[in-house]
């Protein structure tokens, strides 16, 4: 299966690669730049005006590379479509499809933006009610083809069965916090990118491990469109991917942990989204009781730039966090 894999990374990185070269010109002519807020860090000021949507070269890059790999594994190997492979191409197919639904709530909160000139999309409001749609359709999907488990693999300590009416809203929850979660973590150059990179690579070795090739394909993909947008997005960035960029990468690293069939191994692979999201929790919840502010802002990314760490390293740092989850993950995996 190693040939399906090269050829993957090659279509995901080649396309998205190659769409930048025409996209980032295109937006820069249609003026779709980026608003940056008042209350941002003052020197974020000269990204005013960068290109955003910039996550339509990944998605597009990651939707070519596991349709061609796939279509090509489905008809070189028969047997891929018979038995638990089922499931498991219904956990590819349909977490490509919530990918997608999210990243269309990303494109039209990205959309606002730019037509208002301004850094505020849809209401939050919107977003959760369509994005809770998007999960709940997407387990739908995943019941529907047989996929019927509520057992919950904790890592390092087993597993939990949970009653049906429980599990399932808990899912809802959970996927919904996570892409929200991978969209905040979206506040630096690189980042979300970076960081998502490691976290593919976590959930290739555990899919390599648990010997699930739709998930192994699906980490590959993505891995390779990170990379192929980090030759933009890297600091000083040309591109952001905005809300329908990283929208997308939330739901591609939810479909990667139900495609692996154990979504808690983001509390381990998504470390670093799941701080992200707490620190603007903590944030919030600590000023509107005390009136103080435990970090000096929230993300948390942005409380180490106010401490003088720059963007570069703290990629490098929240990545290397992501790697050592990963890492974990794995060991974990061993005992599902």
Known sequence: MNGYFVLTAAVSFGVTALLGLWLIPFLRRLKYGQTILEIGPAWHKNKQGTPTMGGLMFIAG???????????????????????????????????????????IGFADDYVKVAKKQNLGLTPGQKLVVQFLVAILYLWSLIAAGDTSTVLFIPFFGQLALAPWLYYPLCAVGIVYIVNSVNLTDGLDGLAASVTTMASFGFLAVAMLLQNFQTELLAVAVAGGCIGFLIYNFYPAKVFMGDTGS?????????????????????????????????????????KTTGRRIFKMSPIHHHFEMSGYTEVQIGFAFSLITVIGSLLAFLAARGF
Do not use: D, K, W
């Open 62 to 104: 990651v939707l070519c590379a596991v349709a061609s790999s796939f279509s090509a594994a489905l008809l070189a190997h028969p047997e891929l479509i018979q038995g638990y492979h089922r499931i498991l191409n219904t956990r590819l197919v349909a977490g490509l499809l919530m990918a997608v639904g999210f990243s269309l």
């Open 247 to 287: 929208m997308f990468l939330g739901g591609c690293v939810v479909a990667m942990a139900f495609g692996v069939g154990a979504p808690l191994l983001l509390g381990l692979i998504g470390l670093i989204y799941i701080c992200e999201s707490l620190s603007v929790v903590i944030q919030v919840i600590s000023f």
